[in-house]
């Protein structure tokens, strides 16, 4: 039962109307928009380069999880668990604070007009354009969500220990199809990734005390040496051989065996999704082609909720004008409390 009320509420996701994002959306109430989350990347990419590979998986850990909604950037409250300690995660998503210099600067030009949900949008377009990869015009016009679900992304973002038959399943549910699948994994062609999430690869594989037998054996043995048994399991490698840029090297890694997650390498050894991997290692234009496309449409994925416009993307508006409130009377407090005394001192001057 609790499985059909799953499966529906995707479908719901995937119906949702996305007739009202448009590109241009902020043309007339905030012009600047998309220049100002540009800027902000670029600066990001200047400080630190892999902060925009961190915040093009935005896009993928929030449109996933009940629609892109800008739910994933929700801190904890005393009533609400947040996803950024979800499963997939925790200890993995990271550079949150790119999003709220976004945010803060388009406040300042255009207040209570442009959606954190859009900014990610925006951004993880950014993101791929500034490292050499495509450029398209963006849909926009989405609602930020009230509410978050921690238990929703646990439930629904995949495993690097996923297979492509896995994935392919998962992908089919929100309508997006083989060729999205492969291409969209092609953002892993910036960044990088845990040894917590290889560790098995290197030393147990499907339990069998040894390593995947897909790993190039000198790639194995750099893999080793970076992720020992006894390894810091936070440390990072590269997910492919040019992780500053956008290109198609990736699938030319895979094709020889040098996939840094087992969800990665899966898309070369499964004859399911093989050969559009051999395609892309081949032809970056076509990679580039279906990448964009495929991430219009997950972009487009939306639950229909009722939403909002965010002042502070890590929390909902009705709980930062509580917060606020509550600030505010502190401080009106201290106010009288310093009037006493002042008055105090004054009565035993006279």
């Not at 220049?35 to 850990?61: N, T, Y």
């Not at 238990?151 to 083989?178: C, G, H, T, W």
């Not at 499964?270 to 496309?293: C, D, I, M």
């Amino acid at each position: 039962m609790a499985l059909r009320f799953f499966l529906v509420f995707l479908l719901h996701i995937i119906l949702a109307a996305s007739s009202d994002l448009r590109p241009g959306f902020y043309s007339n109430s905030c012009p600047k928009a998309e220049s100002i989350v540009r800027d902000v990347m670029k600066r990001a990419l200047m400080r630190e380069p892999r902060s925009v590979a961190s915040v093009m998986r935005f896009q993928f850990h929030d449109c996933f999880v009940n629609g892109c909604d800008a739910s994933l950037l929700l801190d904890d409250t005393p009533t609400m668990l947040g996803e950024k300690l979800a499963l997939s995660n925790i200890n993995s998503l990271r550079s949150f604070e790119i999003i709220d210099e976004a945010k803060e600067a388009l406040e300042k030009d255009c207040p209570g007009v442009v959606s954190c949900a859009d900014i990610i949008i925006m951004a993880s377009r950014d993101a791929v354009t500034l490292t050499g990869g495509p450029n398209w015009e963006v849909n926009l016009g989405r609602m930020d969500s009230l509410t978050v679900s921690q238990e929703d992304s646990d439930n629904i973002m995949p495993s690097p220990r996923s297979n492509a038959s896995y994935l392919i399943d998962l992908f089919q549910k929100f309508n997006l199809s083989v060729k999205d699948l492969v291409a969209l994994s092609g953002s892993h062609s910036i960044g990088q990734a845990r040894c917590f999430s290889i560790m098995f690869r290197l030393y147990n594989q499907s339990g069998t005390g040894n390593p995947d037998p897909a790993i190039d054996p000198k790639y194995g043995e750099e893999l080793n040496k970076l992720c020992p048994l006894d390894v810091d399991q936070n440390v990072t490698g590269d997910l492919d051989s040019t992780p500053l840029v956008f290109d198609n090297q990736y699938f030319k890694d895979l094709v020889a065996g040098r996939g840094f997650l087992n969800s990665d390498q899966t898309l070369y050894t499964s004859p399911l999704t093989r050969e559009l991997v051999k395609l892309y290692s081949t032809n970056q234009t076509e990679f580039f082609n279906a990448f964009v496309e495929g991430m219009l449409k997950m972009g487009d994925l939306q639950s229909g909720r009722p939403g909002e416009v965010r002042r502070n993307c890590r929390v909902v508006n009705s709980r930062l004008d509580h917060l606020m409130s509550v600030s505010q009377s502190k401080m009106e407090a201290k106010d009288v409390c310093i009037n006493i005394d002042i008055n105090d001192v004054l009565f035993l001057e006279s």
